[in-house]
Each structure stands twice: as structure tokens, then as C-alpha cells.
DNA sequence: CCAATAGTGTCTATGAGACATTATGGG
DNA sequence: CCCATAATGTCTCATAGACACTATTGG
């Protein structure tokens, strides 16, 4: 079979984008206007065009559907996907991105979209999603949760200068856990290339104001932080 | 835009088919016949057809250009490469799959292909690959060397019953090191679900005969083994 | 003083890794 | 006996985790 014989195919990107809102580990989710799956709860998305990278075309529905910029947003690719019948319009190939970013603003509204909110993911489950976006949804969260150990990703939930209890609270909302306290600032503070100490405290919040942190060079967590404790 | 209106792409899997041949970690390459990349290596691949699923397509193409049934291959997405002219054909999508599997046999010709045959994965420096696939396969490699790490997937390179020394050799082979014979085989007979005892006794190669093993059930290692030493 | 949060110290258990030792087969 | 390989034991060091303790702010 020659390129040109071979069947073509729409590819489509979806988004699972990640942020702590309140504290909380959530996923932004749109209300899709139209049918297939009218009022049903989905991932942003969109087709990619001719002439446009993967990572463009996630880069623009990040911009078009959650008016987020390039800056502070982590873009990861999970997986693609691409059974036939997944989506009852035609064969259509989903090349799914994860994004993590630091406590990113509430969604505008976008053109074949009524509605879009955030969602903590523990609420997930009473909610039902468009196409295989659930199936979806749960690989891209246990890539992230499982990424939180062993690299330096956590530091992306998180705004430029943070506190190791910022930070810590970050891992415990993302694997729904609670850590010593104690033991995480010492694992955090000796992993190489983690973070970053600078001079300023943080403002106070009744007790001892915390120093200030940024994320240091390092993408691995060298030893890494285990989900155990 | 509209699932009818939407851009439609070529899409293909390639496969990132890798084995121990001989005692060294190997990948199978093609060259190709035809031009673009005529007389190039390349990985093995294929379009998908319009009603074919992902993982079928993969399966086809270890079938076809491998020789490879199912059974005993392991088969696993890696990540999907579709940059805007990294094929001269055309825009073409490919979904790159990993397959491992136990002493997988000689290639035979298939039809656009003129040679077919097993690379050392430390001879690749040598060679030129056509279109990015020298890109695919450093990403695939990486992959499957850190997945032996915290996963069982060593032992989809060996056959059905074998020592803990070939397991080792596995290790050895794939990450490129030297690991201790005694903490490897406590190490390795220690981690819960990792291996199973068999009573026979492993043919004699000059020294103490071997006990038997096969894998056990389960998938992920705890404790990890380390690429450390 | 107390409350609250930040940060450090201490103790124990466990695993990694270096290396020695024993076990079990064939010349 | 020797050799070769398999398997286990021992020792040291590092880290995880539990938890106690000190430090630094405000009220």
C-alpha cells in the first residue's frame, strides 16, 4: 500500500489539563453543545490542520479553549487513540497531550462549547464523558500521578517562588495521600537539582514564615519521591 | 470545524521490534527497496487500514514483515510522531509501537523490502535510518530500558522456563552494565510476583546446575531493580 | 505565655552494593 | 582433587518513615 492509496484519516488532539484549584487536583472539562454526545461532559480538543505539528495543534486549543499561553504550562504527549468506532462521526485518531499548570484561571467560553469548568478529579465519577474520554482521562491522571515520583513535574502546579509545604501539598492532592512533614522537607530540600532556596520568607500564615523556593534545573528526582508514605 | 471538514492524514504504525540476539540487545530493520529512502534502513511499519485498530495494525505488521505471531510478543504504544514533513510522501501520522519478545526469529522478505535483518542496538551508530526513525528508536530504547527497571518486563525476552543468569543477562544486555550475581539473584527472587520456582534443574554448563524459573503474575517490580550497578 | 507552622534531629528497619562463603554439578 | 557456576551470608552505608524536638512568627 503507497501513501497515496492509503486510507486517510482525521487526527484529532485532546486535552487532559491539570491544575491544584483550591487545593484541589482538577481537570478542566467543556459541555459540548452538539451531537454526538450533546450536553455530555468532554476533553478539549480539536482537530489538527494540514499543515500543523501535534504539538501546535495542542498548543492552540490550549489557547483557544482554555486561554492558556505557552508560558507555565507543561505539555506532555500520553497516547494516542484510535479504535475504529470511538467516535460515532468516523475513524477519527485522538493524539492525547496532558498539560499541568500553576492554578490557571477559569475557562471562557469557546465557539462549539456552552459551558466549561473545572472539576476536581475525586468528583469524576459522577459525571458521565463524552466518548472514550474517561478511559482517556484515567491513563493521562496515572501518568501524572506516577511522573510526580520520579521527576521534577510537581514544581508546575505551583507559581514561580513557592514553600516546601506548598509543594508538599501539591504531591498530597495529586495521590490523595498526606505526607510527614518533616521527611518531605528533607527529601525535597536534598534532591539534587529540585529546587532552588531563595532569600525572601513567604507571607505569614500564623506560624513561622517559610522560606522561598524555585524550581531548580533538574527534570529526574534523584532519589525520587515515593507515593509509600 | 466539522469531523467532515476536518484535514484527513495518512496514518501508520511503525514498530520498534526488539530482542536479544546472540546475547545483545537487537532491533529489527528493513531496507527499504524504493525510493523516498531507497536502500535506507527502517523501521518495520505500515498504514493502518479504515477500519483496522491501532494495536491490529501492529500486529499485522509483525506478522507480515516480522514473521511474528502474538503469542509471546509483547506490544506496547511508545508515542506518536507526526511533524508537518518528516515523510516527503505526504503528512503522515505514525504510531510507534515497542515489541519485545523471547529469541525471535531470522526475518524473512516481504514486499517492499529487500533486506530484512537484526541490528545490535550498539552497532546503530554506524548506520544512517531513513526519515526520523533514528529519532523513534532512541525514544523506544529509552523506554524500554527504564521500563525494565520497575516493570517484569525483562522476562518477555527469554523463554517460557529459565535461570535466574539469563535473567541477568537480560539486565546485563539491555542497559549495557555488569550487575553482582548474588544481590541480582536475591534481589531478583525476592520481589514479590516477579518469578516463579519450577522444580527442573536448568542443562549443565560446567558449574552448579541452575533452578528453573518462569515469570509470575505480576507486572510491576517492588522493589525496583536499579541500573545503578 | 499559647497557637501555629517551619524546619531539624533521632531512632529503627530495610535495601543496595561489595565481597566472602558455601553448594553442587563435571572433569 | 580442581574448576565452574549457583546460591547464600555478611558487612557497611544510605535512605525511608515514625516521631520527637527546636525555631520563629503573631496574638
Request: charged share 30%; aromatic share 8%.
Amino acid at each position: 500500500m503507497s501513501a497515496e492509496t492509503a486510507p486517510h484519516m482525521a487526527v484529532a488532539v485532546d486535552l487532559v489539563i491539570l491544575t491544584l484549584r483550591e487545593g484541589r487536583f482538577s481537570v478542566l472539562l467543556i459541555r459540548r453543545r452538539s451531537d454526538p454526545y450533546g450536553q455530555a461532559w468532554a476533553l478539549p480538543g480539536g482537530f489538527v490542520r494540514a499543515e500543523e505539528d501535534l504539538v501546535d495543534a495542542a498548543q492552540r486549543v490550549l489557547a483557544d479553549e482554555a486561554s492558556l499561553g505557552e508560558d507555565r504550562v507543561y505539555l506532555e504527549q500520553v497516547r494516542t487513540f484510535g479504535e475504529p468506532g470511538r467516535d460515532p462521526r468516523g475513524r477519527i485518531v485522538s493524539v492525547v497531550f496532558m498539560a499541568l499548570g500553576a492554578d490557571l484561571p477559569d475557562p471562557v467560553q469557546g465557539e462549539d462549547v456552552d459551558d466549561a469548568r473545572w472539576w476536581a478529579v475525586d468528583d469524576l465519577d459522577s459525571i458521565d464523558l463524552a466518548f472514550d474520554h474517561a478511559r482517556i482521562l484515567e491513563v493521562a491522571i496515572d501518568r501524572a500521578r506516577s511522573k510526580l515520583e520520579y521527576t521534577t513535574l510537581a514544581t508546575t502546579f505551583l507559581p514561580e517562588e513557592f514553600t516546601i509545604s506548598q509543594l508538599r501539598r501539591v504531591y498530597e492532592a495529586v495521590w490523595g495521600t498526606r505526607l510527614d512533614a518533616g521527611n518531605f522537607h528533607r527529601k525535597a530540600t536534598r534532591s539534587a537539582c529540585f529546587l532552588e532556596e531563595l532569600d525572601g520568607r513567604a507571607a505569614e500564615t500564623g506560624g513561622r514564615p517559610a522560606r522561598l523556593f524555585r524550581a531548580g534545573p533538574g527534570e529526574g528526582l534523584n532519589p525520587p519521591l515515593l507515593r509509600g508514605t
